[in-house]
């Protein structure tokens, strides 16, 4: 099959959530089971400086009245080819934010609706995630020999408003929807989210973000698909950014990394302190505001200690100065993106804080597990997908998880995994359960594979390559109606 992923984010080039780590990964598996994958993102200004990328565009395109490159490279440590999207205002070194958000990514869909009607090779499927993509569905919904996929990974951000799309670009007679995201849902022809459980969620009140109600009519084409992770990258038996690798057979080894952690971070040295690491956006959505609530309470109480990794909103960010300062020593705070920190923190914690109000997948839950750190979550999202709650009379479950969104439930939660922690044989045992469950793309990339075969039908068993065609001859055979108003 001819597949082409579109997005803003991939890592390791471009990552600020989830979506990355999908995009970054998931076309690589199919790239090695047969598959023709590519993909699509912007052009950013800080991507020359972490891959080659040739001086010489491969197509030149118009969209919205603009002039836009297109350059092809491929994604690190891979066969598997990338097109950047080249136009200046992607050029600044950021990703989102700005008052042009919208309309800089609405060009980015409309010029790579553009380069997948006319370029030479052409997509049987078309993978779109989240709003940044939401229009595309829309636009190809009458190119009949190409199907769409659209990718919820967090249904908060929906885009621009409808008024805003028809200032800006073209809006077809036939589209519906109040803003790019509830255009996208539906008239894409499958519509997945990040997990089963989220996919279930979005059709209440509570998870639906005002869609909920759209969520349940489209529910006849809406899967989740559970994310994995990258299981070579992250590997704490070869992973080169940790002071001591080791293995589930060699757990005793990960003591190194802890103290090597406390050092590093300025914390007090101490290996039989339970230390919580926490690698995260500063959103509400991360339940940061629960962990301010109770974090003061819980370190008087106990003789824990507490490691950040993180950016984002300004209040938290103080809150979050503030209390390291009352606890020096005991807590300590990095308010940036660190990849090689992030790692020592899952290899050299004990636990790992993960108290979201709503999870579509998750993340840092499998990355933590995969590392020997047991998750303290609340079982929301992705979260109830991935993490089972310590039962220890029965010696099962991966980590620790309450159901209410309030303070006290967080904090018993915390309670019991320090107590958990002074047991250690036990602790041992939840380690290794975690650390034993499968996380790699495999099963996953099996299931987007039967998604996709599901949609084609007999199509689905064409060779994956197709000769390409003279580029004089694409006027002929491909050309569509330039998306401008």
Not at 153 to 159: F, K, P, T, V
Not at 189 to 213: C, F, H, M, N, W
Not at 386 to 405: A, I, K, L, S
Request: charged share 20%; net charge negative; with cysteine.
């Amino acid at each position: 099959m001819r597949i082409l992923f579109v997005a803003a984010e991939a890592a390791p080039l471009a990552k600020v959530g989830g979506m990355a780590d999908v995009v970054g990964a998931l076309p690589k598996v199919l790239k090695k089971m047969g598959h023709d994958v590519r993909v699509f993102i912007p052009y950013y200004g800080f991507l020359s400086e972490k891959l080659k990328i040739p001086k010489e565009p491969i197509w030149h395109g118009t969209a919205m009245f603009q002039d836009f490159q297109v350059f092809e490279t491929t994604l690190p440590h891979s066969d598997v080819p990338l097109y950047l999207f080249g136009h200046p205002v992607f050029s600044p070194r950021r990703i989102y934010y700005g008052e042009d958000e919208d309309w800089r990514f609405t060009l980015f869909a409309n010029g790579a609706t553009e380069f997948i009607w006319n370029y030479h090779w052409r997509p049987q499927i078309v993978h779109c995630n989240d709003w940044h993509t939401g229009m595309i569905p829309v636009w190809l919904h009458e190119t009949h020999d190409i199907r769409t996929v659209f990718t919820i990974h967090n249904l908060a951000y929906q885009g621009p408003w409808r008024w805003r799309l028809e200032q800006i670009t073209w809006c077809p007679w036939f589209m519906q929807g109040h803003n790019t995201m509830a255009a996208a849902v539906q008239f894409a022809d499958r519509v997945t989210t990040v997990s089963p459980t989220y996919a279930e969620q979005i059709k209440t009140p509570a998870y639906g973000e005002q869609l909920d109600g759209l969520m349940s009519f489209i529910s006849g084409k809406l899967t989740g698909i559970l994310n994995g992770i990258d299981t070579v990258s992250y590997n704490p038996a070869t992973d080169k950014s940790l002071p001591q690798t080791f293995t589930v057979d060699t757990l005793e080894n990960r003591q190194a990394n802890k103290i090597a952690l406390q050092e590093e971070v300025g914390l007090e040295v101490n290996s039989e302190a339970f230390l919580i690491g926490m690698v995260t956006r500063l959103v509400e959505q991360k339940g940061i505001d629960l962990a301010l609530q109770i974090l003061d309470r819980f370190m008087a109480y106990s003789n824990a200690q507490f490691i950040l990794l993180g950016t984002g909103e300004r209040y938290y960010e103080t809150q979050m100065w503030q209390l390291a300062s009352r606890y020096s020593g005991r807590i300590s705070v990095y308010l940036l993106h660190n990849d090689i920190l992030a790692r020592r923190i899952y290899a050299g914690s004990d636990a790992f804080l993960m108290p979201s109000r709503f999870e579509p997948c998750g993340i840092s839950q499998m990355l933590a597990m995969r590392y020997g750190c047991v998750p303290i979550v609340r079982r929301t999202g992705g979260l109830v997908d991935t993490v089972e709650h310590h039962v220890p009379m029965e010696n099962r479950g991966t980590g620790y998880c309450f159901d209410r969104y309030e303070p006290l439930d967080l904090y018993t939660c915390l309670v019991r995994a320090w107590e958990g922690f002074q047991y250690k044989d036990k602790w041992q045992s939840l380690q290794q359960r975690g650390m034993a469950k499968d996380f790699s793309w495999d099963r996953s990339a099996e299931q987007y594979v039967n998604l996709y075969r599901d949609l084609l039908g007999p199509e689905a068993d064409e060779p994956a390559s197709v000769p390409q065609v003279a580029p004089e001859a694409q006027s002929q055979e491909a050309k569509k109606p330039e998306l401008v108003i």
